[in-house]
């Protein structure tokens, strides 16, 4: 399936990637409820956010709401944890409570992101650190 890369959302069959209404240059990713994620979902999302980057011709702050993942694959987390874009500053990853919490921790602590990224409960907190970034960032 060709992918307009251009477009201000892109759907998926368990995930959303889209600009932000809110923000500017923010890229937010938004997952199914109970979703397990595998090698295969985590390269074509990450792509996802690359190509759609490219075509903006902008870096983008990442937005990843994982409030409701259900599971993250050895895999998928070794390839986040290596992954990036060029154009990828900064992400902010929204946790619920149990164990979205617990595979956010695990990202961050143990799979060390290859760009600056932080655990949030909160959206509007995630993308006021965004915000920051932004304008700490060229």
Do not use: H
């Not at 996802?48 to 903006?56: D, F, H, L, P, R």
């Not at 983008?60 to 992954?83: C, M, N, P």
């Not at 946790?95 to 909160?122: A, C, Q, W, Y």
């Amino acid at each position: 399936m060709k992918r307009d890369y251009s477009a201000q959302e892109l759907r998926f069959p368990q995930a959303k990637l889209q600009w932000s209404a809110e923000a500017v240059g923010v890229l937010e990713l938004y997952f199914e409820d109970k979703l397990s994620m595998n090698l295969e979902q985590a390269i074509s999302y990450n792509e996802a956010i690359k190509e759609m980057a490219k075509a903006q011709n902008q870096n983008i702050f990442i937005y990843i709401d994982g409030s409701g993942l259900k599971g993250v694959s050895k895999e998928a987390r070794q390839y986040f944890a290596q992954a990036s874009t060029s154009r990828s500053r900064a992400c902010a990853l929204l946790v619920g409570s149990g164990i979205s919490r617990i595979l956010g921790n695990f990202l961050v602590g143990f799979n060390k992101p290859p760009i600056p990224t932080r655990l949030f409960t909160d959206k509007e907190k995630a993308l006021q650190w965004l915000a920051e970034w932004q304008r700490k960032t060229p």
